[in-house]
């Protein structure tokens, strides 16, 4: 399937591919981002692929999500962060240059193939770039299983490296050790069921300890609604909310939910959300 024919790019996108490609001519770099693209194409035909949607710095739309990941990878001892559906991995290595440490970073992807292809472009390979992948899907109980979420925090809290296999598989013995997780243009992947059993599955390995945050964004609406093509499901930001206190947490005396609706650079409705545990 062909790629669309314009990739642009703002200052602050440019800025940041420049430096983590080492690409410094932008027809260069395009040139570069494109060849990438139409390979991980090849593979699905994803539509923020095709588009150079990828691109945008979806982690950056919940500002509040966002500024809480990185302040708890500077006052938390070994916080861990998980980015669900990482793609080619471009949120995670802005959360790394903006500060969070990388060696407390997992990645984790249904396809492999796509965080090789962010290791082609950015240049890197798993030894100059070692953040932990896991590559699986999501409904797998093998890969998360579902429990609920944690009163208190797990007995022990050994490093990242310990908690997974060296050639790991499974999310599950991450359950109740992450202080953040990210994932953004997954959600909408899936059906209103399926989205719900996501969220518990989430909710599971989430750090009970105040502060910690899942957040994000996907498509969304004013009023909930049945997508089209690969939008299965989109929330309102009323719905959205009501799940998670109602049927994920049991309740609103755990977690505080935010969540809001905003347009991208296409004029699409955003749902962007953060879901802290108090």
């Known amino acids: 399937m062909a790629l ?3 990739l642009t790019l703002n200052p602050d996108e440019y800025a940041f591919y420049k430096k983590q490609t080492g690409i410094e001519e932008e027809e260069i770099l395009k040139e ?6 139409q390979k991980a194409v090849d593979v699905y035909p994803y539509h ?3 588009t150079f949607g990828f691109l945008r710095f979806r982690i950056l739309r919940s500002q509040s999500g966002y500024k809480q990941l990185l302040e708890l990878g500077a006052t938390r001892r070994d916080a861990l962060f998980l980015d669900l559906g990482c793609c080619f991995g471009n949120d995670l290595r802005k959360a790394i240059e903006d500060g969070f440490p990388a060696q ?9 193939d796509f965080w090789n292809f962010g290791h082609e472009l950015f240049n890197t390979n798993p030894t100059t770039f070692p ?3 896991v590559p699986g899907d999501v409904l797998d109980p093998s890969f998360i299983s579902i429990h609920p979420p944690l009163l208190l925090p797990p007995p022990n809290t050994p490093p990242t490296k310990s908690l997974l296999h060296p050639n790991p598989n499974s999310l599950n013995p991450l359950r109740g050790h992450l202080s953040a997780i990210h994932t953004s243009a997954f959600f909408h992947l899936f059906k209103k069921d399926d ?3 996501i969220a518990k599955k989430l909710a599971s390995l989430l750090s009970p300890v105040p502060g910690s945050v899942i957040f994000g964004s996907h498509r969304g609406a004013p009023t909930p609604q049945e997508g089209e093509g690969t939008l299965f499901y989109r929330h309102s930001p009323t719905s959205w909310k009501e799940m998670w206190e109602r049927e994920v947490f049991g309740g ?3 977690i505080r939910v935010d969540a809001g609706l905003s347009l991208d650079d296409k004029s699409r409705e955003i749902l962007c959300w953060t879901v802290t545990r108090l």
């Open 104 to 112: 407390n970073v997992i990645a984790s992807d249904l396809r492999p």
């Open 32 to 37: 570069r981002i494109a060849q990438v693209a």
């Open 48 to 50: 923020c692929i095709r």
């Open 252 to 254: 609103g005396d755990l």
């Open 195 to 197: 989205q719900l059993l």
């Open 131 to 133: 953040v932990v992948f």
């Open 4 to 6: 669309e024919t314009h």
